[in-house]
């Protein structure tokens, strides 16, 4: 079965580029055995926006912002690997009692 394709759809003359570059990027480092494919896809009109195997997950004109990091990985995990936990992307913080015992002792 092959794996979801991810876009980041960003508006060149905007310059969001480099923004776009930075997602892919975080996207990949966490989530890269996940996905099978991630495209920065050039737009124009102030666009970006995350697509997931053709579902949009994230619009800059709808949040009327752009999206954290953290908040970008959730939403791509959520399609692509729900079960997966993202660790310190997840926001939770472990309690004292689940860290394993090497950690503790560093």
């Known amino acids: ?8 759809v960003y508006c060149r ?5 480099l923004r776009a570059g930075w997602l ?5 480092m966490t989530l890269g055995d996940a996905v099978g494919e991630l495209a920065l896809v050039p737009g124009d009109g102030g666009v970006f926006e995350v697509w997931v195997e053709g ?5 800059r004109a709808e949040a009327g912002r752009f999206p954290e990091s953290k908040e970008l990985k959730q939403l791509v995990r959520d399609r692509v690997a729900p079960g997966r936990d993202l660790g310190h992307s997840d926001g939770g913080s472990r309690d ?10 560093g």
Do not use: Y
């Open 1 to 8: 079965m092959p794996q979801p394709r991810v876009e980041i």
């Open 13 to 17: 003359r905007c310059r969001f580029v």
């Open 24 to 28: 892919a990027q975080e996207l990949l």
């Open 55 to 59: 579902e949009r997950v994230f619009s």
């Open 96 to 105: 004292v009692a689940e860290v394993p015992e090497e950690e503790v002792q």
